[in-house]
């Protein structure tokens, strides 16, 4: 029987989780790059609430050109509601706005409103009863009356034992970035499967001699890998099965093989890829400003939806804690309500290279007509989408993982299967604590 997380476990763990991990810690999902780059302080509005206004307190981890559009979200939203006051409270990188809220659960009263969070860290807050169920909120007479409209692979993180726990914020998946000019030079054709990728690889690698791919987060390959072959990352997924071992050989023989690689001590493959030193790699969506600033006019680059039937979305959702009077409550909603809409959800995704939320907002000719690779594909990327299942422990698990597949990945003379039965143990123990 899984056991319940005390909120002094609950603080443990989660502090453990962002000490204890190393630099998987700072890749969360494992982190893409553009996820990651939150450090540095976005300028926020110091003006109190003025007589009548209702303050919303908004803690985020927004930093910089992100932390900007963000602003940008909070002036529109304040202009058309003027009654309304969202004060922005930027509580540093991922790592730091994760541990103030554990920390915080001990004095709910010092909470905010509502919060950026990742929805393994609200697991333990749910179970103590202190986020605010949204169901009736966004289904109501004045709710998201186009709710449906967000992408079912998005409402299924969001959505926990039939009530409706949070809003959509800043999303993406991952994608299939390449060196176009490669491509059109060798005549490859995008591959659609793991197995054409492979095919496509070997290729790359007899003709120009290079590592053709790799995965900038390795726990989202080997949960992507089992997603297709239909067993799904928990408590219940045996890492010693047959698919577990061929999910993790895929990978090591490309390496042995010299036509995949992984990211090391670049942390992630951007670099490389723009170096030439790769003829692609897989990451996510919100990566192309880190792509286009590295390839500066070396070659064509080009993105493609991720070449396998279901890919991961990933990225943080607002939630709301149901410690706030009902009068915040109302007014954050208002604001919630304003963020996920097909209008900010465009200018937002335009703004930071995130992924709109909404089958909508990625189908309006504004945004596909964008200057970016990304909104020419996310139509069919956005189809492939699933969400990983949310139990307490799966954060550390996905996390254990990530060391395990680099540990394997990083000597080419490892044994897979015993490598896993003895890591066995340690999975299991995550979700148990």
């Given at each position: 029987?899984?056991?319940?997380?005390?909120?002094?476990?609950?603080?443990?763990?989660?502090?453990?989780?962002?000490?204890?991990?190393?630099?998987?810690?700072?890749?969360?999902?494992?982190?893409?790059?553009?996820?990651?780059?939150?450090?540095?302080?976005?300028?926020?509005?110091?003006?109190?609430?003025?007589?009548?206004?209702?303050?919303?307190?908004?803690?985020?981890?927004?930093?910089?050109?992100?932390?900007?559009?963000?602003?940008?979200?909070?002036?529109?939203?304040?202009?058309?509601?003027?009654?309304?006051?969202?004060?922005?409270?930027?509580?540093?990188?991922?790592?730091?706005?994760?541990?103030?809220?554990?920390?915080?659960?001990?004095?709910?009263?010092?909470?905010?409103?509502?919060?950026?969070?990742?929805?393994?860290?609200?697991?333990?807050?749910?179970?103590?009863?202190?986020?605010?169920?949204?169901?009736?909120?966004?289904?109501?007479?004045?709710?998201?009356?186009?709710?449906?409209?967000?992408?079912?692979?998005?409402?299924?993180?969001?959505?926990?034992?039939?009530?409706?726990?949070?809003?959509?914020?800043?999303?993406?998946?991952?994608?299939?970035w390449y060196n176009q000019d490669l491509f059109d030079e060798l005549g490859l054709k995008n591959p659609t499967s793991f197995e054409e990728l492979k095919e496509v690889a070997k290729k790359i690698k007899a003709e120009k001699d290079i590592p053709a791919f790799g995965w900038d987060s390795l726990?989202?390959?080997?949960?992507?890998?089992?997603?297709?072959?239909?067993?799904?990352?928990?408590?219940?997924?045996?890492?010693?099965?047959?698919?577990?071992?061929?999910?993790?050989?895929?990978?090591?023989?490309?390496?042995?093989?010299?036509?995949?690689?992984?990211?090391?001590?670049?942390?992630?493959?951007?670099?490389?890829?723009?170096?030439?030193?790769?003829?692609?790699?897989?990451?996510?969506?919100?990566?192309?400003?880190?792509?286009?600033?590295?390839?500066?006019?070396?070659?064509?680059?080009?993105?493609?939806?991720?070449?396998?039937?279901?890919?991961?979305?990933?990225?943080?959702?607002?939630?709301?804690?149901?410690?706030?009077?009902?009068?915040?409550?109302?007014?954050?909603?208002?604001?919630?309500?304003?963020?996920?809409?097909?209008?900010?959800?465009?200018?937002?995704?335009?703004?930071?290279?995130?992924?709109?939320?909404?089958?909508?907002?990625?189908?309006?000719?504004?945004?596909?007509?964008?200057?970016?690779?990304?909104?020419?594909?996310?139509?069919?990327?956005?189809?492939?989408?699933?969400?990983?299942?949310?139990?307490?422990?799966?954060?550390?698990?996905?996390?254990?993982?990530?060391?395990?597949?680099?540990?394997?990945?990083?000597?080419?003379?490892?044994?897979?299967?015993?490598?896993?039965?003895?890591?066995?143990?340690?999975?299991?123990?995550?979700?148990?604590?």
């Amino acid at each position: 029987m899984k056991k319940k997380l005390t909120l002094l476990a609950a603080l443990v763990l989660s502090i453990g989780m962002f000490s204890a991990c190393g630099k998987n810690a700072d890749k969360k999902e494992e982190a893409p790059k553009e996820e990651a780059k939150v450090e540095e302080k976005a300028e926020e509005s110091k003006e109190p609430a003025k007589e009548g206004q209702t303050e919303v307190v908004f803690w985020h981890a927004m930093g910089g050109g992100q932390g900007e559009a963000l602003e940008g979200l909070v002036k529109d939203f304040e202009k058309e509601n003027p009654d309304v006051k969202i004060t922005l409270q930027h509580q540093g990188g991922y790592g730091d706005l994760n541990q103030i809220l554990v920390a915080t659960m001990q004095s709910p009263k010092d909470l905010p409103t509502i919060t950026q969070a990742y929805p393994d860290w609200m697991l333990q807050f749910s179970e103590a009863g202190m986020v605010a169920d949204l169901t009736e909120r966004v289904k109501g007479e004045e709710g998201i009356t186009d709710y449906e409209d967000i992408f079912p692979g998005v409402r299924d993180e969001i959505e926990q034992d039939g009530k409706i726990i949070g809003i959509p914020f800043n999303k993406s998946t991952e994608v299939l970035w390449y060196n176009q000019d490669l491509f059109d030079e060798l005549g490859l054709k995008n591959p659609t499967s793991f197995e054409e990728l492979k095919e496509v690889a070997k290729k790359i690698k007899a003709e120009k001699d290079i590592p053709a791919f790799g995965w900038d987060s390795l726990s989202n390959f080997y949960v992507t890998y089992l997603k297709n072959k239909g067993i799904e990352f928990g408590p219940d997924l045996d890492v010693t099965s047959p698919e577990s071992i061929e999910a993790i050989n895929y990978y090591l023989d490309g390496i042995k093989e010299g036509y995949f690689r992984i990211a090391g001590t670049d942390q992630y493959l951007s670099g490389p890829f723009a170096n030439g030193q790769l003829a692609g790699y897989i990451g996510s969506n919100a990566g192309e400003v880190y792509v286009k600033e590295g390839v500066e006019g070396k070659f064509k680059y080009a993105a493609q939806a991720y070449p396998a039937d279901k890919a991961v979305q990933q990225g943080t959702n607002i939630y709301m804690f149901d410690g706030a009077s009902d009068e915040q409550k109302d007014a954050a909603f208002r604001f919630l309500k304003y963020v996920s809409s097909k209008e900010a959800q465009i200018k937002f995704g335009l703004a930071t290279g995130y992924m709109p939320a909404r089958k909508s907002a990625v189908e309006d000719e504004n945004y596909k007509n964008a200057d970016s690779e990304i909104p020419k594909i996310l139509g069919a990327a956005s189809e492939k989408l699933f969400s990983r299942p949310l139990v307490p422990g799966s954060q550390q698990a996905y996390n254990d993982i990530a060391s395990k597949l680099e540990e394997i990945l990083s000597n080419p003379d490892s044994d897979v299967k015993a490598e896993m039965e003895a890591f066995a143990p340690q999975f299991k123990a995550d979700f148990e604590k």
